[in-house]
C-alpha cells in the first residue's frame, strides 16, 4: 500500500475514533452539567451571572497583569446574558421564542460553486466556483453550548438534529458584492467597528466553516461581527491532493476579497485567523495586502496563523518576512502533537510550520505559542476552535495583550536562541 493512502485509512480510523469518543464524552458532560450549578468563575470564556453588569468591551491595561485563569469545570453560556452584550447588535440576533438558541449572523465571501440547492448546507459545494459570491449565515447555537464545541448529531446524521442541542446553519442569504458591503457598514454605526475575518483549512465544507466561524465569535465574545472566507476544500479526508490545488486557485480571489474589505467596509479593526492549509493563502495574501495598499496597516489589528500547514523554510524565508518587514506581527500557534501535520510531514518530506518543538519557528516579528498540551480531538489540530485553553488565550490576544500580560503563557528559551512561549499546562 503506498505511503500516501496508509496515511490516509490511518486519518479516517482516527476519525471514526474520535466521533465515538466525542459522542460519549459530551453524554458524560451533559449528564455532569444537570447535576452541577457553578458559582463564579474567573476564566474569561464563562459568561457574565444575569444579574452582572456585562464586561465584553474590556479595556484591559498591561499593568496589573490579568488575574490568573484557574483550571475551569465545564459550564454553558446562557443565551439571554448573550442578547445583552455590545456585540448583540452587530451579529448576535435575538434568541427563539423559547430560549433555545441564539441565532447569529456570521457574514462570508465564497469562490465555491453556487448549487442554487434550497438546503443551506448543500448550497455552497467543494467544487470551484466562477467569481466570489456574498452573503450572510443564520448560525444558531443551542442555550447548553459548551465553550469548544460544535455540537452535532451523531455521525452527523441530519434527521437528529436538534436546535435545543446542536449547532445549525439555519439559512444562507446571499447578497451582491455592493450589498454585502453596504451591509457591513451598516451594522458598524454607533458601535467598535470590529470583524474577526476566518480563513479555514482542509477537509472542512462551507456548512463547517460558517459553524465553525459562529462559534469561535460567541464562545470569544467578540464584540464585533463574525466574517469568514471559504476557499472550495472538498470536504474530505481523502481529498487531500485536491484541496492542496485548490488553496493555491484560491488566492487571487481571497486577496480581491480582503481589499475590497477594507476599501468598502468601515471596519477600523480587522482580526484575521488562519487554519491549517488555509494559512497557505492567507499568509500570502495578507504579505501581498501589506506591500500593495500600506494604508490598511493600522487597521489591522492581527494575523492569527493556526496548525500552519505550510513548509516551515519556506514559510521562514519567503513568507513570513513579507508581512513582518511590513511592521506586521504575526501569532503564530504550533504543537508537536498535531497528527495531521505529522501526516503533512511525511507526504512533503519537510518540517511545518505548525510543528512546535526543535524545527519550531521562531524568530523576529513572530510571537510563537507553543501549544502542545491544548487539543480536544484526537487528531490535536483543530485547538483554535476547539480549546478552552487557546480559546482563552484568544480571548486575551483579541483585546490587545501581548504573550508577556497574558497569564496562560510561559516564556521560554528556544534551542536557537529565541524566546517562544508555551501555554500552560
Not at 456585540?87 to 427563539?96: E, I, K, P, V
Not at 436538534?162 to 442569504?173: A, D, Q, T, W
Not at 524565508?317 to 504575526?330: E, F, H, L, M
Request: charged share 25%.
Amino acid at each position: 500500500m503506498p505511503t500516501t493512502t496508509l496515511i490516509i485509512v490511518v486519518a479516517i480510523i482516527l476519525f471514526l475514533l474520535l466521533a465515538l469518543v466525542g459522542f460519549f464524552w459530551n453524554q458524560s458532560q451533559s449528564q455532569s452539567q444537570n447535576q452541577q450549578i457553578n458559582d463564579s468563575s474567573a476564566d474569561p470564556l464563562d459568561a457574565p451571572t444575569a444579574d452582572a453588569e456585562p464586561e465584553l468591551d474590556l479595556d484591559l491595561e498591561p499593568e496589573p497583569a490579568p488575574a490568573p485563569v484557574p483550571e475551569l469545570e465545564d459550564d454553558s453560556f446562557e443565551a439571554d446574558t448573550v442578547a445583552n452584550t455590545p456585540a448583540d447588535r452587530s451579529a448576535f440576533g435575538n434568541n427563539d421564542m423559547d430560549g433555545n438558541f441564539v441565532s447569529i449572523d456570521t457574514f462570508f465571501g465564497t469562490d465555491r460553486k453556487d448549487t442554487n440547492s434550497h438546503k443551506a448546507y448543500e448550497r455552497f459545494s467543494g467544487e470551484r466556483g466562477e467569481g466570489i459570491s456574498y452573503g450572510i449565515c443564520k448560525v444558531s447555537i443551542p442555550k447548553q453550548h459548551q465553550v469548544g464545541e460544535v455540537e452535532r448529531p451523531l455521525w452527523g446524521l441530519r434527521y437528529l438534529e436538534n436546535e435545543k442541542k446542536h449547532v445549525l446553519l439555519r439559512s444562507i442569504n446571499s447578497l451582491s458584492a455592493t450589498d454585502f458591503f453596504a451591509e457591513l457598514r451598516i451594522r458598524m454605526l454607533g458601535q467598535l467597528s470590529s470583524a474577526l475575518v476566518f480563513v479555514h483549512g482542509y477537509n472542512v465544507s462551507f456548512e463547517a466553516a460558517a459553524m465553525r466561524t459562529a462559534q469561535m465569535a460567541y464562545d470569544l465574545k467578540f464584540n464585533g461581527l463574525p466574517c469568514f472566507y471559504s476557499w472550495p476544500s472538498d470536504g474530505r479526508l481523502t481529498s487531500y491532493n485536491k484541496d492542496e490545488a485548490d488553496i493555491k486557485w484560491t488566492e487571487p480571489n481571497m486577496y480581491r476579497f480582503l481589499v475590497d474589505f477594507f476599501e468598502k467596509s468601515s471596519v477600523d479593526q480587522v482580526y484575521l485567523i488562519g487554519h491549517s492549509m488555509g494559512t497557505r493563502a492567507l499568509s500570502r495574501v495578507v504579505g501581498k495586502l501589506l506591500n500593495e495598499h500600506p494604508q490598511y496597516k493600522d487597521r489591522l489589528q492581527e494575523v492569527i496563523l493556526a496548525a500552519p500547514d505550510i513548509d516551515a523554510d519556506i514559510f521562514k524565508r519567503d513568507i513570513a518576512p513579507v508581512i513582518t518587514n511590513a511592521g506586521q506581527t504575526i501569532t503564530l500557534y504550533t504543537s508537536n502533537n498535531d497528527l495531521p501535520l505529522v501526516a503533512s510531514a511525511k507526504i512533503h518530506g519537510q518540517s511545518r510550520a505548525g510543528f512546535a518543538g526543535k524545527n519550531m519557528v521562531v524568530q523576529k516579528g513572530i510571537e510563537t505559542i507553543d501549544a502542545s498540551t491544548a487539543g480536544e480531538d484526537l487528531l490535536k489540530h483543530s485547538y483554535v476552535g476547539d480549546s478552552r485553553s487557546i480559546l482563552s488565550d484568544l480571548y486575551y490576544l483579541l483585546r490587545g495583550l501581548r504573550p508577556d500580560e497574558r497569564f496562560d503563557l510561559a516564556k521560554r528559551k528556544h534551542d536557537s536562541g529565541g524566546e517562544y512561549w508555551e501555554v500552560r499546562g
